[in-house]
């Protein structure tokens, strides 16, 4: 997976908003996920938000419902994370994964098998 990640806005006051995008290339799935994970100094990775392919619903992490937003355009073949009203707890690397058929059954962000580069977003206090 190759894996370009783009934020428009890094660096932003807590409250404000950024966008997340992943151009993803280098793998084809008839059953895939995809999605964003993040990982803050000291913690351990989490899945952020993810769709799979064998779930119309979207999968968002508890601390994260209600303020953001995962999106796709097929065409594209790229993932969005657009982000509202952020906290400084929301300060991490995020990185963009993906996987095939077991992902896809798995949902829930478990089973992805490639990663791209990881992004930082920072949010000030």
């Known amino acids: 997976l190759r894996c370009s990640c783009s934020v428009w806005g890094g660096l932003v006051q807590a409250g404000g908003s950024l966008r997340l995008s992943c151009a993803a290339s280098g793998f084809t799935f008839d059953d895939y996920a995809i999605g964003w994970f993040r990982q803050a100094p000291g913690k351990e990775r989490e899945g952020v938000s993810c769709?799979?392919?064998?779930?119309?619903?979207?999968y968002y992490a508890h601390s994260v419902e209600g303020r953001f937003t995962i999106s796709s355009d097929n065409a594209e073949n790229t993932v969005y994370l657009l982000m509202n009203n952020l906290k400084p707890g929301d300060t991490a690397i995020y990185y963009c994964?993906?996987?095939?058929?077991?992902?896809?059954?798995?949902?829930?962000?478990?089973?992805?098998?490639?990663w791209g580069k990881g992004t930082q977003v920072t949010v000030s206090s």
């Open positions: 769709i799979s392919s064998r779930d119309d619903n979207p």
């Open positions: 994964a993906a996987g095939g058929l077991i992902a896809a059954t798995m949902g829930r962000c478990r089973g992805m098998e490639y």
